[in-house]
């Protein structure tokens, strides 16, 4: 097992509240004021023995997703004690994503589509000039969700999970990391939020079973 010592680890007693600036993916033209280019004080090196050694930029960087789940069901004639009887079970289940945020410290980019999403990956890479010895790392919460959706669209390079499309940890060829922050830490959303940011998980606030796509115009209650 690699011995990796990550120095950018925070705590309760650490985090500060900040005033997030939210920006548009279709708004931005200047990607440089969104996602700032690392200096030598935002990166730490690290020390892996199975891998090699590298750097990870300590942006503090979050990643989400909001879906539409469709289900249908069909009649099934079973037998139940000897009598047959008529029940409700799943026959299709679809969901598609209609909306996404990106964190990258006191930056909040919201985004529509997946070629958004894989569009602002690239200006990622590009700016903080990320690869295989030079790393940033993105929080998800869920990350088995998410996972589902864009492996498809990025070059993985490797992956540790807990069983079946459920990844724990995602690295890209591009030297950006996706990592479940559920996993690790034990507990809910709710609870990881209670303790380490002063946003709380909402509750109750949508209604998930309203359709909604790329193109369905959202109040800022649904954006998030």
Same mark, same amino acid.
Request: charged residues 25%; aromatic residues 10%.
């Given at each position: %097992? =690699?011995?990796?010592?990550?120095?950018?680890?925070?705590?309760?007693? &650490?985090?500060? !509240?900040?005033?997030?600036?939210?920006? %548009?993916?279709?708004?931005?033209?200047?990607? *440089?004021?969104?996602?700032? =280019?690392?200096?030598?004080?935002?990166?730490?090196?690290?020390?892996?023995?199975?891998?090699?050694?590298?750097?990870?930029? /300590?942006?503090?960087?979050?990643?989400?997703?909001?879906?539409? /789940?469709?289900?249908?069901?069909? *009649?099934?004639?079973?037998?139940?004690?000897?009598?047959?009887?008529?029940?409700?079970?799943?026959? /299709?289940?679809? =969901?598609? %994503?209609?909306?996404? !945020?990106? =964190?990258?410290?006191?930056?909040?980019?919201?985004?529509? &589509?997946?070629?958004? #999403?894989?569009?602002?990956?690239?200006?990622?890479?590009?700016?903080?000039?990320?690869?295989? /010895?030079?790393?940033?790392?993105?929080?998800?919460?869920?990350?088995?969700?998410? #996972?589902?959706?864009?492996?498809?669209?990025?070059?993985?390079?490797?992956? #540790?999970?807990? *069983? &079946?499309?459920?990844?724990?940890?995602?690295?890209?060829?591009?030297?950006?990391? #996706?990592?479940?922050?559920?996993?690790?830490?034990?507990? *809910?959303?709710? !609870?990881?939020?209670?303790?380490?940011?002063?946003?709380?998980?909402?509750?109750?606030?949508?209604?998930?079973?309203?359709?909604?796509?790329?193109?369905?115009?959202?109040?800022?209650?649904?954006?998030?």
């Amino acid at each position: %097992m =690699a011995k990796v010592k990550y120095i950018d680890e925070c705590s309760p007693a &650490t985090v500060q !509240q900040i005033t997030p600036t939210v920006n %548009m993916y279709c708004d931005i033209t200047d990607w *440089s004021s969104v996602i700032p =280019a690392p200096t030598k004080n935002d990166t730490h090196y690290v020390r892996d023995h199975v891998d090699g050694n590298y750097s990870l930029i /300590t942006y503090h960087c979050g990643f989400d997703t909001e879906f539409y /789940t469709k289900t249908t069901l069909k *009649s099934k004639r079973i037998r139940i004690h000897g009598k047959r009887d008529t029940i409700k079970v799943v026959d /299709t289940a679809f =969901a598609y %994503m209609y909306v996404w !945020q990106m =964190a990258i410290n006191d930056q909040v980019i919201i985004g529509r &589509t997946w070629a958004e #999403f894989l569009d602002t990956i690239e200006h990622i890479r590009t700016i903080c000039n990320t690869n295989s /010895t030079r790393k940033l790392r993105i929080w998800v919460a869920n990350l088995g969700c998410e #996972f589902q959706f864009i492996r498809k669209y990025l070059k993985i390079k490797k992956l #540790f999970a807990r *069983s &079946t499309r459920e990844p724990i940890i995602v690295e890209l060829e591009n030297g950006i990391i #996706f990592q479940d922050c559920l996993a690790i830490s034990g507990g *809910s959303l709710a !609870q990881l939020a209670k303790d380490y940011t002063p946003t709380q998980k909402l509750k109750g606030d949508l209604d998930y079973t309203v359709p909604r796509n790329s193109k369905t115009p959202l109040t800022p209650e649904e954006i998030g």
